[in-house]
């Protein structure tokens, strides 16, 4: 059994009042544990993976939207331009990794070269194999250096995917959020899972570990990734 298999996709909350409270008492932690984080000098990176529709972009900006925005920055990563392709691929994220005080949020990532890339067959075998030691020392050196890091996963079901899929693809406001490319990785399903269940077995580190969310009712997704935030930076700013 992989880590998919062991969520329980009928998690949620209760009502729109539980979810509420529940994401105002994570969002005011984060806040507080922002001030220490400034007091204290050191940074935090939050890396955010999942599939197509999973809602990254919709806890992001639940998490975020009490914290100061002069110390937050978040990057929509999409693919890299002919520039980055001319370097190194962690080139790109080094040049964006918080100064001390800040927080930097990867809506995709680094390990987008053991994920899409490995399945949609832009880099070599060797490539994303070696992408493995690549990713734990360039994230072992932010740890020495203060850097705190968490990794979530929002993870949906097929059925539910398509289902938002189909919803915006019926709402002229929400259109722009879909392309032939998510239809096209759908049928890659498969592929996508087992990518996904190899960067876990490598890449979950004592400190940078991942926490893979079941994400098929947003507001409970919402309110996970806000309490795995919180908790990651208590953490940081304790840790002396």
């Known amino acids: 059994m992989g ?13 729109e ?3 509420k409270k529940l994401l105002k008492k994570y969002q005011l932690r984060i806040l507080n544990a922002q001030i220490v984080l400034r007091e204290q000098k050191k940074a935090f990176v939050l890396v955010v993976e999942g599939h197509d529709a999973a809602g990254k972009g919709g806890a992001i900006k639940r998490m975020i939207e009490r914290l100061d925005p002069r110390i937050v920055r978040v990057y929509s990563v999409t ?8 370097h190194h691929y962690l080139r790109r994220f080094w040049l964006r990794l918080p100064e001390h005080g800040r927080i930097a949020i990867f809506d995709r990532s680094w390990y987008g070269r053991v994920l899409v890339e490995r399945v949609e067959g832009f880099c070599t075998p060797a490539d994303w194999k ?3 030691d690549e990713i734990h020392e360039f994230e072992r050196q932010l740890h020495h ?3 705190g890091i968490v990794k979530v996963f929002l993870h949906i079901s097929k059925e539910e995917q398509l289902r938002r899929f ?3 693809a019926a709402d002229p406001y929400k259109r722009w959020k879909i392309n032939d490319e998510d239809w096209r990785n759908r049928k890659k399903w498969k592929q996508h899972l087992e990518a ?15 926490e893979i969310i079941p994400a098929n009712y947003k507001w409970y997704a919402r309110v996970q990734v806000a309490k795995t935030v919180a908790a990651s930076l208590r953490k940081l700013t304790e840790s002396e």
Request: aromatic share 14%; hydrophobic share 40%.
């Open 3 to 15: 880590k998919f298999d062991t969520l329980d996709m009928e998690s949620k909350m209760a009502d």
């Open 17 to 19: 009042a539980e979810y």
């Open 79 to 86: 693919k890299p331009t002919p520039s980055e392709l001319a």
């Open 130 to 132: 070696r992408a493995y």
């Open 145 to 147: 250096s203060g850097v």
């Open 166 to 168: 189909e919803a915006r």
């Open 196 to 210: 996904a269940e190899d960067m876990f077995e490598r890449t979950s580190f004592d400190f940078a570990p991942w």
